[in-house]
T-cell receptor, first 110, second 112 residues
Framework: GDSVTQMEGPVTLSEEAFLTINCTYT??????LFWYVQYPGEGLQLLLK?????DKGSNKGFEATYRKETTSFHLEKGSVQVSDSAVYFC?????????FGTGTSLTVIP | DGGITQSPKYLFRKEGQNVTLSCEQN?????MYWYRQDPGQGLRLIYY???????QKGDIAEGYSVSREKKESFPLTVTSAQKNPTAFYLC???????????FGPGTRLTVL
């Protein structure tokens, strides 16, 4: 069935380090792909999205490229800040339902 | 200010009691959703509604019920039949099912 697999955390980085959080998916057809972020005690917020192959979503310095050949949508940021500490969820929409990954916790230390 | 509100933020209930979680949106969205979040398991879909007076079961609907009498409101009832109800519950909405979802702040339910 359709699913999303993302790298397990927790991930701990120093401020200004490079971030990659891996996400791969299994789906029939042409899903839309999303990254959501959840700060402590809050709901999820959309970070970025891509709706077709080779699209690049970007927001707040984060980027992810929809790679159909590798069925991946890895999240990257060149220089993380303490305020980026949160849980990040990869998600896909297949046409009638959203599927979320298990989340990757990121802690950025000064 | 447009958005989604969930109340209460924290909820405690005794075992065997039904409890209703509120979700309201003023975004004029047609679709609404309920998810359950447990540590290490991500989000799992409980129910969703594409339009007023219509709703569909998600992956883990057993022990839950919903209603969609108004476009703005999508309350979730956690019944005594739900065996492990302690969790963080998230409500979301979107313009329609295919679109980006917007989430409320969540309700943390604890069964004592």
């Amino acid at each position: 069935g359709d699913s999303v697999t993302q790298m397990e955390g927790p991930v701990t980085l120093s401020e200004e380090a490079f971030l990659t959080i891996n996400c791969t998916y299994t789906a029939t057809g042409y899903p839309s792909l999303f990254w959501y972020v959840q700060y402590p005690g809050e709901g999820l917020q959309l970070l970025l999205k891509a709706t077709k192959a080779d699209d690049k979503g970007s927001n707040k310095g984060f980027e992810a490229t929809y790679r159909k050949e590798t069925t991946s949508f890895h999240l990257e940021k060149g220089s993380v800040q303490v305020s980026d500490s949160a849980v990040y969820f990869c998600a896909l929409f297949t046409g009638n339902q959203f599927y979320f990954g298990t989340g990757t916790s990121l802690t950025v230390i000064p | 200010d447009g958005g989604i509100t969930q109340s209460p933020k924290y909820l405690f209930r005794k075992e065997g009691q039904n409890v209703t979680l509120s979700c309201e949106q003023n975004l004029n969205h047609d679709a609404m959703y309920w998810y359950r979040q447990d540590p290490g398991q991500g989000l799992r879909l409980i129910y969703y509604s594409q339009i007023v007076n219509d709703f569909q079961k998600g992956d883990i609907a057993e022990g839950y019920s919903v209603s969609r009498e108004k476009k703005e409101s999508f309350p979730l009832t956690v019944t005594s039949a739900q065996k492990n109800p302690t969790a963080f519950y998230l409500c979301a909405s979107s313009i329609m099912v295919a679109e980006t979802q917007y989430f409320g702040p969540g309700t943390r339910l604890t069964v004592l």
